[in-house]
Structures are given as structure tokens and as C-alpha cells.
Nanobody
């Protein structure tokens, strides 16, 4: 079992920034590919970004590329998502996620989820 706890969501104006954090516990953190997904009201949960074990390999959804940065600290069992130039369409519940050894690109490929943190971007 892996437990994931997110923090850092909130309300921000368009063009602003937020930083989400996720702390993992329970298993060897460095064996898991970590990621973020989001779900807007009335929409399906979607992939945002992932980061592999050492942090050298990252992947982003086209909609956030160049604005969001994912990072991880294996010594602290944390993964972060720095979100800049936020847009109203980024409004969603953001979920920390992980998958053992492989990159999760779809919600069905995720092994463990956090409880989610709300991000609201006002226009």
C-alpha cells in the first residue's frame, strides 16, 4: 500500500501561480513513477504530468506544457507540481498518483491515488 497526501491547492487569479505538493508513504518511493491528474466538473479525469524515478524523465499534457513543472525529492518522498500562468480552464481537483515501475498515462493505469486538492482559477 502507498498513501498519498496532497496539499497546496486554493484560489488564484488567472495568470497567477500555485504549487502543489504530495507526500508519499508506505512503500519504496523511488520505485514508483509519480504523477498528477486532474478532474474538472462534468469532465473525466485527465493526465497532467508524470516524473520517473530519478526525476530526469518527465512527461506533460500538451495543455500544461511550458506552464507546469513536475519535480520529486526521493529523500523526502515528495512530488511537486509548480503551476504558472494559470488559466480558468485549469480549474479542477488535482490528484497525486503513482504507478509501480511504469508511466501512468490514463487513470486506469494508476495504482494509488491521493484524496485530491481543489485548484480554482478565477478570470
Amino acid at each position: 500500500q502507498v498513501q498519498l497526501v496532497e496539499s497546496g491547492g486554493g484560489l488564484v487569479q488567472a495568470g497567477g501561480s500555485l504549487r502543489l505538493s504530495c507526500v508519499a508513504s508506505g512503500r519504496t518511493f523511488s520505485n514508483y513513477v509519480m504523477g498528477w491528474f486532474r478532474q474538472a466538473p462534468g469532465k473525466e479525469r485527465e493526465f497532467v504530468a508524470t516524473i520517473k524515478f530519478s526525476g530526469a524523465s518527465t512527461l506533460y499534457a500538451d495543455s500544461v506544457k511550458g506552464r507546469f513543472t513536475i519535480s520529486r525529492d526521493n529523500a523526502k518522498n515528495t512530488v511537486n507540481l509548480q503551476m504558472n500562468s494559470l488559466k480558468p480552464e485549469d480549474t479542477a481537483v488535482y490528484y497525486c498518483a503513482c504507478r509501480y515501475l511504469w508511466v501512468p498515462r490514463r487513470p486506469t493505469e494508476v495504482d494509488y491515488w491521493g484524496q485530491g486538492t481543489q485548484v480554482t482559477v478565477s478570470s
